[in-house]
């Protein structure tokens, strides 16, 4: 079964916006990794978070992580076109990944 | 450094046909792994192989079997291929396959069984 589940499942921005990815996830886990896929391609790491911190930023990216909720964020700051792909969450202590969140963003 | 390759890139079966799906990696990493992804699904583990000489079930094994061939290679065979395996399959690996390790994704092969 699927731990990892993203929310919302498709999201659709203007270039310049911000957007927000959830995945929440069913167990404890150490550590957790947001990847990225592009139409047609393999899925490449963004970034990891592990369980004693609340909140990193890679670049645009910022990712936060709630062990109390069972929860994780994925903002990306000022979108661009190209940021369009499908975003995933990953605890790979149990090798799961979430469904995905498919972001659109538009010229 | 080619990274993880795959082949093929497509293919398309007809039940009850056999095949191999072939994944090379050139990094000297530890832990390989085989994925299928279906629209909505995302991904689901098929098998892994923590080390060389190792493999283990994943999520939805039914119907596949994998070799660990060598460090480098770890492939995935389908023996009598069904259409409810039509999927993109995806190979991966890991350095040393702990859960703060990267996984590094070959392109994928798209499958389709009529």
């Known amino acids: 079964s699927q731990q990892g589940e993203e929310d919302p499942q498709a999201l659709s921005i203007q270039e310049g916006e911000n957007a927000t990815m959830n995945c929440s996830y069913k167990?404890?886990?150490?550590?957790l990794q947001w990847y990225r896929q592009n139409s047609g391609r393999g899925l490449v790491h963004l970034i990891l978070?592990?369980?004693?911190?609340r909140e990193k930023h890679s670049g645009r990216l910022r990712v936060t992580l709630d062990t109390s909720k069972k929860s994780s964020s994925l903002l990306i700051t000022a979108s661009r076109a190209a940021d369009t792909a499908s975003y995933f969450c990953?605890?790979?202590?149990?090798?799961?990944f979430g469904k995905g969140t498919k972001l659109t963003v538009n010229p | 450094n080619a990274g993880v390759t795959q082949t093929p890139k497509f293919q398309v079966l007809k039940t009850g046909q056999s095949m191999t799906l072939q994944c090379a990696q050139d990094?000297?990493?530890?832990?390989m792994y085989w994925y299928r992804q279906d629209p909505g699904m995302g991904l689901r583990l098929i098998y892994y192989?923590?080390?060389?000489?190792?493999?283990d079930k994943g999520e939805v094994p039914n119907g596949y079997n994998v070799s660990r061939l060598n460090k480098r290679e770890f492939s995935l065979r389908l023996e009598s291929a069904a259409p409810s395996q039509t999927s993109v399959y995806f190979c991966?690996?890991?350095?040393?396959?702990?859960?703060?390790?990267?996984?590094?994704f070959g392109p994928g092969t798209r499958l389709t069984v009529l």
């Open positions: 978070i592990r369980s004693n911190e």
């Open positions: 990094m000297n990493h530890n832990s």
């Open positions: 990953a605890t790979l202590e149990k090798l799961v």
């Open positions: 991966a690996s890991r350095p040393f396959g702990t859960s703060t390790d990267t996984q590094y």
């Open positions: 167990t404890s886990i150490n550590n």
């Open positions: 192989s923590a080390s060389e000489g190792t493999t």
